[in-house]
């Protein structure tokens, strides 16, 4: 194997490669990567919980391929060098000689004997859809944080949903649900392929094949086929395994959606409010161990914003109120509101609810293509 490409391309390759090493690292196993060397490319590849690709342009002398440890090529992360970077395994088979800094650095890979299996790719007739990257890496970001926690519990994990829509679209869906919240986002793209259904994904995997894959305004194609699910822009694919967990009916629970109120609040001035309980809950944990619950008392046109067990705050809020309101105080956990409400794309975030037992719901774009719930907290007795 034999070619020559851009030091900067192959060090950014190697850099993107290690953010799946990272997480496919094992501690007893040294992670490997493949060098692949094609008609005018080269492609740095890595395997296991998450598979990635990655293509970089080369001038290719001999095609060929080269299995080697991350940890060896790795080092081209911690140099930034202009020209060329030459690579060759001519003089001994089991050695890739890198060469780069004009000729006068140079590494030597040592070939791993152990099987490399190569990361898949979508059969022919894998079901797809595609969507521009920055769409699906907003609609990432505005579910993942209602994701659990808890690596073991059934809720840990990103519901994907593709549905036939009107019009020859596709709704596609991401959802989280922890059992405190659930969050929504929806958007529509062109149908291709005939799959439509729900899978499950892990939340960090979603997070790092975005991470591997991200461009500025390339579509991420997407397929879904053989248990796995595929990623991929021109230069750049992934490949990770669905889930098979016992994942809550969330649409059972989003169609018995019922507002009894709303309340349209200035986004900016809730989250002044909303940072104002925070600190307070930091600063009662920190002196307690308690953390307490920010409360929303709704009135005609004003919600009152303060937080309990500490009574120097409270701020009266102006609203645009509708429908029957709540009597009692609603408490929240301040966290989690405050993060919903960051995520709000709107100017004026719109609340709605029954009472202060029921879930609260905010709501954004013409099919709610935003949707957040929210369970309110109760005091314990």
């Known amino acids: ?63 060929g391929s080269f299995v080697t440890s991350f940890s060896g090529i790795n080092i081209l992360s911690v140099r930034k060098c202009d020209g060329d970077i030459n690579a060759s395994n001519e003089v001994n088979e089991n050695t890739l000689v890198l060469k780069y800094r004009g000729g006068k650095a140079k590494t030597e890979l040592a070939a791993v004997d152990k099987v ?17 990257y920055a769409s699906l890496k907003s609609m ?7 994701a659990d926690d808890n690596v073991a519990s059934d809720l840990h994990a990103i519901k994907v949903n593709i549905m036939d829509d009107t019009d020859g679209l596709l ?52 397929s879904i086929g053989n248990g796995k699910l595929f990623m991929e822009t021109e230069n750049a694919r992934t490949c990770f395994p669905v889930l098979d967990k016992n994942y809550p009916d969330l649409n059972r629970i989003l169609n018995a959606k019922k507002c009894s109120f709303t309340a349209s609040i200035k ?23 308690t953390e307490g619950f920010v409360s929303f008392k709704f009135k005609e046109n004003a919600v009152t914003v303060g937080f309990t067990c500490m009574s120097q705050y409270a701020e009266v809020l102006d609203s645009v109120t509708t429908g029957e309101l709540p009597e009692q105080n609603v408490l929240f956990k301040t966290s989690l509101i405050k993060e919903i409400v ?11 609810g029954t009472t202060e037992k029921n879930p609260f719901w905010l709501c ?8 957040y719930c929210a369970m309110p907290c109760r005091l314990r007795e």
Do not use: W
């Open 342 to 352: 960051a995520l709000y794309p709107n100017n004026n975030v719109v609340i709605g």
């Open 1 to 63: 194997m034999k070619f020559k490409t851009n030091f900067k391309d192959m060090r950014e390759a190697v850099v993107t490669i290690g953010k799946a090493v990272k997480k496919n690292m094992s501690p007893i196993e040294i992670s490997l990567v493949k060098i692949e060397a094609g008609e005018d490319y080269v492609e740095l590849s890595t395997n296991g919980s998450i598979g990635a690709c990655v293509k970089i342009q080369a001038v290719v002398e001999e095609a």
């Open 140 to 146: 990432c970001k505005d579910t993942v944080f209602a």
């Open 116 to 132: 490399f299996n190569s990361v898949a790719n979508p059969t022919d007739d894998c079901a797809n859809v595609s969507l521009p």
């Open 364 to 371: 954004c774009g013409e099919h709610d293509e935003y949707l």
């Open 267 to 289: 986004k900016d001035e809730l989250i002044e409010a909303l940072n104002c309980a925070s600190y307070l809950q930091q600063e009662q944990k920190a002196s307690s161990g």
């Open 171 to 222: 709704k596609f869906t991401l959802a989280a649900c922890d059992g405190k919240s659930i969050a929504v986002r929806t958007a529509y793209a062109v149908k291709e392929g005939a799959y439509t259904g729900e899978i499950l994904i892990l939340p960090d995997v979603l997070k790092i094949s975005l991470e591997i894959l991200e461009t500025e305004d390339e579509n991420v194609k997407i």
